[in-house]
């Protein structure tokens, strides 16, 4: 039994022709947990093979724009491609459910048009928050999943995942610097999905609207120092800033390298690595 880990978006808030924003599926048991929802994710899945009635749940690493630009999509796809209702749980740092709440009050509208005008479609978008902190977050599927506090200042506050099934472990962490709490969470994990930025090329930018980011994100060193303590086999870089040039895919490995020994991917959207299994 594997868990495999789909990137669905790889890209930025800055958009790309060809990297949907930031999105990873978890996939294990025969169920799909979504962590994030960045722009196209819905498109992402679609090339995946997994449709939004299919999601177990979404979970949110934080309420920055670009991880939840297409949730309204989610929520709103889900609830007209099911015949009965079927209730989207979503999981987040505390915070999601008032934002979730004015997701919805900005979709009443088409709310009032689909119901008024499809005789079986009589009930609203049925989502169910969970805000979380840290801990076993309860579900009741058959993958377990532990959140743990991240450090994304002054985005607070902010929570990375981790996935356990089959005696395989992932952890999806977000934007995070690295931290203490994060560490604990990937104790003993076997993969990391950690999103990264080139602080050796950001420092250059002389824009302070990108100088900014330097202190909230990792590097591919910082992430791979924290696979590195964690103890882990696989470390994959998401949250491509800037975009990887033509080629260059190998140095964001290298720079990864200088702090992890392990396996190290660096992908397009729709890479997917299996972890465990034969
Ligand atoms: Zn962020």
């Known amino acids: 039994m594997t868990i495999d880990i789909t990137l669905l978006g790889t890209g930025s808030p ?3 022709p060809d990297r949907a924003g930031p999105a990873t599926l978890i996939s294990a048991e025969g169920e799909h947990y979504l962590v994030d929802a960045g722009r196209g994710v819905l498109m992402r899945m679609a090339a995946a093979g997994v449709g ?18 297409d949730l309204n999509d989610v929520i709103t796809t889900r ?18 459910q008032h934002v979730v709440d004015h997701l919805l009050a900005s979709l ?15 009930h609203e978008p049925p989502v169910h928050v969970i805000e979380v902190e840290s801990g076993r977050v309860e579900l009741g599927g058959s993958v377990a999943i532990i959140a743990g506090a991240t450090d994304h200042k002054p985005v607070e506050p902010s929570v990375g ?14 934007d995070t610097i690295p931290c203490e709490s994060l560490d604990a969470l990937c104790a003993g994990a076997d993969a990391l999905v950690h999103t ?9 930018v002389p ?20 696979a590195n303590r964690a103890g882990m086999t696989t470390l994959v870089l998401t949250h491509y800033v800037p975009a990887i040039a033509p080629g260059g895919e190998q140095e ?3 720079l990864a390298a200088t702090e992890f020994t392990g396996k190290i991917e660096v992908g397009n959207d729709l890479h997917r690595i299996s972890i465990g299994g034969f």
């Open 161 to 174: 995942f981790r996935f356990e099934s089959g005696g395989n472990s992932v952890v999806v962490a977000g």
């Open 108 to 122: 009443a509208p088409d709310i009032a048009y689909r119901t008024a005008h499809h005789g079986d479609l009589n």
């Open 52 to 69: 939004a009635p299919q999601l177990s749940a979404v979970l949110l690493t934080h309420l920055h724009s670009d991880h939840i630009t």
């Open 14 to 16: 800055i958009p790309s």
């Open 79 to 96: 609830w007209v491609m099911t015949f009965e209702p079927t209730p989207l749980t979503i999981v987040g740092p505390v915070g999601t």
């Open 252 to 254: 964001w490995v290298d």
């Open 207 to 226: 824009l302070q609207r990108m100088l900014d980011t330097l202190d909230y994100h990792s590097s591919p060193a910082e992430a791979g120092a924290t």
């Open 196 to 204: 990264v930025i080139r602080k050796d090329i950001i420092a250059n």
